[in-house]
């Protein structure tokens, strides 16, 4: 009896965790200062690092693990046009080096705070042992970002960053995820 109560308690609690990712959520940042709405699917994962404050795992179209793509979401400091140069930086366009021209940017109101668009794509120059690692090239990859000047709360940088056909079908996702962004 009290085995196939604990299997019950533990397959509720099993379903009310894999319910989670499946609906919209609200998800708090800032100490709770802002909120944001994180779409149903993408999955909440630990950080890759200390620095990103939340980070989303974005499921590839086809389902398939190896082509998914992450949302991170921190607050951080620079100006945003610096920002923006050093994701240009993270990817090497068609003649080798940096190409500044290829970022797409567009400015953008989100509840009152301004904000900057940016989209890149090209074979990303990924630092998965941090800035002074070797470097790994990821061809075919795409980076639309959000830097949002946020009333009281800092720089916020929202970066979808993956395989190139995952990061188009999150796209639109991603922008309704960052119209969502206010203060608490």
């Not at 949302?71 to 050093?86: D, E, F, K, Y």
């Amino acid at each position: 009896m009290i085995r196939t109560a604990c299997v019950a308690l533990l397959c509720l609690v099993a379903s009310v965790a894999v319910a989670d990712d499946k609906a919209p959520r609200e998800v708090a940042l800032a100490d709770g200062a802002l909120i944001f709405t994180a779409p149903a699917g993408w999955k909440s994962v630990e950080p890759a690092n200390r620095i990103i404050e939340h980070e989303l795992a974005v499921p590839a179209p086809d389902g398939k693990a190896e082509g998914a793509a992450r949302l991170t979401i921190m607050a951080a400091g620079g100006s945003v046009q610096a920002n923006i140069a050093r994701w240009v930086g993270q990817f090497r366009g068609t003649e080798g080096g940096a190409d500044r021209s290829a970022a797409k940017t567009e400015k953008l109101d989100i509840n009152g705070m301004p904000a900057t668009l940016v989209d890149l794509s090209g074979t990303y120059l990924d630092s998965p042992r941090g800035p002074f690692g070797p470097k790994v090239e990821r061809p075919d990859y795409r980076l639309v970002g959000a830097i949002v000047e946020t009333k009281g709360e800092g720089v916020y940088f929202f970066k979808l960053i993956g395989p190139e056909k995952t990061v188009e079908t999150g796209a639109k996702r991603f922008r309704e995820v960052i119209a969502t962004l206010r203060k608490k």
